[in-house]
């Protein structure tokens, strides 16, 4: 028995104002629209349709979907805020968690909100119209049933489907302000389609998807962030948790010089190469977030650098790790457990190193056609007061030249010296940050005929007076940069004799 029970008193919010706050979450229309679709995809629906008309301030956007529809009752719950606890336990399949995602996603775009649903052939409709309640300064969360009035063929095409629900938004002052133009609309369709491309793009991909979306009757396409066939990728790691299996793959995109122009700028994805590197973290294959390093780093957080920008790792986590990683309303943010931090740290590391060095090195790296480690011309050396870039007179083309000059190899030394001692860091470091680029190297951009001028030198060199093989010379060409490139022309080369000295 409680001698001294605590006071309390009932606090209810007054729902205009909670309504109006609430309108305040941060999302973007292709944002509000994922939420939607997640609604739709958790009921089973196999299609999603998008219209958006345009018609000034009175413009709309309808989605309507063929999953299992809602009764009466289950219509009304979903319409009413908070009407789910996050900890109840949800299907496997479940993309939602707080009960509260169709109404605040829409609500921050339109004023009104209308759905319709049908359940083996009967239907319901209900709406919030904050218009509405702004008129009623006594109501409290009062739903109304039905379209507005002048809305009813809206909610139309709903009426040949024994099942499926219809979203509608209107009054959208938060997407139609002022100045808005029906430019703009296309602008804002373009982005949706963007969006929805990338947080979708498992479930809509393949030849037989499990989902199709339209905007305005035009299917829309996935974007594959990871470029799967022609991206480098590592092993799945797995790690069993509380909360359930976590898997991980880490890819490395092709270097620019790999792709063509329209396979670049489709890799860009909406947010560009540089804001679409790192994690893409993944519910049930619905894209949460797409980019960035989670705040991993040894020591200090890395960020987002062009350097590292062909690196994008897939995250799955299963729906009943929301809590352990943080997941927030939006499905926009998610902070890794302390206990992963250092796996992922680990797995991050290799991918950033190795997406750094296909940066730097234009797609080539290290490895050469022959297996053995590449000659490069130049050395890099770490000291305790920085780094320094030294030519390496073992490269079979300075080796060349410093054997045979004779009297003349002080200059030559002195040349190379010079060459050495006035590398362009700083213009290089510029360039680069500018043109968010390396410079072109490694005769890119040359013709073959230019190209193998210079190999050939080189070649005549190894055979003739250095006594080599000529398949000896071959693999040694495909063994040093930046030759082990261009392994055809290297296979084409032919040992010239000395020049004739016919008479006249």
Same mark, same amino acid.
């Given at each position: 028995?409680?001698?001294?029970?605590?006071?309390?008193?009932?606090?209810?919010?007054?729902?205009?104002?909670? !309504?109006?706050?609430?309108?305040?979450?941060?999302?973007?229309?292709?944002?509000?629209?994922?939420?939607?679709?997640?609604?739709?995809?958790?009921?089973?629906?196999?299609? @999603?349709?998008?219209?958006?008309?345009?018609?000034?301030?009175?413009?709309?956007?309808?989605?309507?979907?063929?999953?299992?529809?809602?009764?009466?009752?289950?219509?009304?719950?979903?319409?009413?805020?908070?009407?789910?606890?996050?900890?109840?336990?949800?299907?496997?399949?479940? %993309?939602?968690?707080?009960?509260?995602?169709?109404?605040?996603?829409?609500?921050?775009?339109?004023?009104?909100?209308?759905?319709?649903?049908?359940?083996?052939? &009967?239907?319901?409709?209900?709406?919030?119209?904050?218009?509405?309640?702004?008129?009623? /300064?006594?109501?409290?969360?009062?739903?109304?049933?039905?379209?507005?009035?002048?809305?009813?063929?809206?909610?139309?095409?709903?009426?040949?489907?024994?099942?499926?629900?219809?979203?509608?938004?209107?009054?959208?002052?938060?997407?139609?302000?002022?100045?808005?133009?029906?430019?703009?609309?296309?602008?804002?369709?373009?982005?949706?389609?963007?969006?929805?491309?990338?947080?979708?793009?498992?479930?809509?991909?393949?030849?037989?998807?499990?989902?199709?979306?339209?905007?305005?009757?035009?299917?829309?396409?996935?974007?594959? /962030?990871?470029?799967?066939?022609?991206?480098?990728?590592?092993?799945?790691?797995?790690?069993?948790?509380?909360?359930?299996?976590?898997? @991980?793959?880490?890819?490395?995109?092709?270097?620019?010089?790999?792709?063509?122009?329209?396979?670049?700028?489709?890799?860009?994805?909406?947010?560009?190469?540089?804001?679409?590197?790192?994690?893409?973290?993944?519910?049930?294959?619905?894209?949460?977030?797409?980019?960035?390093?989670?705040?991993?780093?040894?020591?200090?957080?890395?960020?987002?650098?062009?350097?590292?920008?062909?690196?994008? =790792?897939?995250?799955? =986590?299963?729906?009943?790790?929301?809590? &352990?990683?943080?997941?927030?309303?939006?499905?926009?943010?998610?902070? /890794?457990?302390?206990?992963?931090?250092?796996?992922?740290?680990?797995?991050?590391?290799?991918?950033?190193?190795?997406?750094?060095?296909?940066?730097?090195?234009?797609?080539?790296?290290?490895?050469?056609?022959?297996?053995?480690?590449?000659?490069?011309?130049?050395?890099?050396?770490?000291?305790?007061?920085?780094?320094?870039?030294?030519?390496? +007179?073992?490269?079979?083309?300075?080796?060349?030249?410093?054997?045979?000059?004779?009297? !003349?190899?002080?200059? @030559?030394? &002195?040349? !190379?010296?010079?060459?050495?001692?006035?590398?362009?860091?700083?213009?290089?470091? %510029?360039?680069?940050? +500018?043109?968010?680029?390396?410079?072109?190297? &490694?005769?890119?951009?040359?013709?073959?005929?230019?190209?193998?001028?210079?190999?050939?030198?080189?070649?005549?060199?190894?055979?003739?007076?250095?006594?080599?093989?000529?398949?000896?010379?071959?693999?040694?060409?495909?063994?040093?940069?930046?030759?082990?490139?261009?392994?055809?022309?290297?296979?084409?080369?032919?040992? +010239?004799?000395?020049?004739?000295?016919?008479?006249?």
């Amino acid at each position: 028995m409680i001698l001294n029970p605590p006071k309390t008193r009932e606090a209810p919010p007054r729902a205009n104002p909670m !309504l109006e706050s609430l309108r305040g979450m941060g999302y973007s229309p292709a944002t509000a629209l994922a939420d939607i679709i997640d609604n739709s995809i958790s009921a089973g629906a196999t299609e @999603v349709r998008i219209d958006l008309a345009w018609a000034g301030p009175e413009s709309r956007i309808a989605v309507l979907d063929n999953g299992s529809g809602m009764s009466d009752p289950e219509l009304e719950s979903a319409m009413t805020l908070g009407d789910k606890s996050p900890l109840d336990k949800r299907s496997a399949s479940d %993309l939602g968690r707080f009960g509260m995602g169709m109404k605040t996603a829409s609500l921050s775009q339109c004023r009104r909100l209308t759905v319709a649903t049908v359940k083996d052939g &009967a239907s319901c409709c209900l709406r919030w119209d904050l218009n509405e309640l702004i008129a009623r /300064p006594q109501a409290k969360w009062l739903m109304f049933e039905g379209p507005a009035p002048g809305s009813e063929a809206y909610i139309s095409p709903l009426e040949a489907k024994a099942n499926g629900t219809l979203v509608l938004w209107e009054l959208m002052d938060r997407i139609v302000t002022e100045g808005y133009t029906v430019q703009d609309f296309l602008n804002m369709a373009d982005h949706v389609e963007a969006h929805l491309a990338m947080v979708f793009h498992r479930l809509i991909q393949g030849p037989r998807p499990r989902l199709r979306i339209l905007i305005n009757g035009r299917p829309i396409a996935p974007w594959d /962030p990871f470029m799967v066939g022609r991206s480098w990728s590592s092993p799945i790691g797995r790690k069993h948790t509380p909360d359930g299996l976590v898997e @991980v793959e880490c890819f490395v995109l092709p270097h620019k010089d790999k792709l063509t122009e329209d396979e670049w700028k489709a890799g860009a994805g909406p947010n560009g190469w540089t804001a679409q590197q790192g994690f893409y973290i993944y519910r049930n294959e619905r894209l949460l977030l797409a980019g960035g390093w989670l705040g991993l780093g040894p020591g200090r957080s890395w960020n987002r650098e062009e350097s590292h920008r062909l690196a994008r =790792i897939r995250l799955d =986590i299963p729906n009943t790790a929301d809590a &352990a990683w943080k997941i927030d309303i939006k499905k926009s943010t998610a902070r /890794p457990p302390v206990a992963l931090r250092p796996w992922l740290t680990s797995l991050a590391e290799h991918a950033r190193e190795r997406a750094r060095k296909v940066f730097a090195y234009r797609g080539s790296p290290t490895p050469s056609p022959t297996g053995t480690p590449l000659e490069q011309a130049w050395r890099v050396d770490h000291t305790a007061t920085g780094v320094r870039y030294r030519i390496d +007179e073992k490269h079979p083309a300075i080796a060349a030249v410093t054997e045979a000059a004779g009297p !003349l190899l002080p200059m @030559v030394k &002195a040349m !190379l010296r010079v060459i050495q001692e006035t590398v362009p860091v700083q213009r290089i470091w %510029l360039d680069t940050a +500018e043109n968010k680029e390396t410079p072109r190297t &490694a005769f890119a951009g040359d013709a073959p005929a230019e190209i193998v001028a210079v190999m050939r030198t080189i070649y005549q060199d190894m055979v003739g007076r250095r006594g080599m093989t000529p398949e000896l010379a071959k693999r040694a060409l495909l063994s040093t940069d930046p030759f082990q490139n261009f392994p055809s022309l290297v296979d084409k080369l032919q040992v +010239e004799g000395p020049p004739s000295t016919g008479s006249s």
